[in-house]
Nanobody
């Protein structure tokens, strides 16, 4: 069965950094289309970044230049490196993969606060 497990969330000060990880199983990882969503309380779910099987990336405007999405096919793991974090980045971050249908991880909480 398909399984996605996020890790790396936590509490960080404004201007700090975090790296989120998503470990995937039950798919042919090197052929998959994946991404990160986030959702803050009272706000709509937002697509943050995507990465194709050939490592082509796209980002929402608010994170361009600060976040980097990547994948390690040898480890079946996708990453989101988050630098220069702002309070408005506070949200639950979800890993997703499109494989026949869409699958979601359970999410990891990121809180940016002084």
């Amino acid at each position: 069965q398909v399984q996605l497990v996020e890790s790396g969330g936590g509490l960080v000060q404004p201007g700090g950094s975090l790296r989120l990880s998503c470990a995937a199983s039950g798919i042919i990882f090197r052929l998959s289309y994946m991404g990160w969503y986030r959702q803050a309380p009272g706000k709509q779910r937002e697509l943050v970044a995507t990465i194709t099987s050939s490592s082509t990336t796209n980002y929402t405007d608010s994170v361009k230049g600060r976040f980097t999405i990547s994948r390690d096919n040898a480890k079946n793991t996708m990453y989101l490196q988050m630098n220069s974090l702002k309070p408005e980045d506070t949200a639950v971050y979800y890993c997703t993969v499109r494989w026949v249908r869409d699958y979601w991880g359970q999410g990891t909480q990121v809180t940016v606060s002084s």
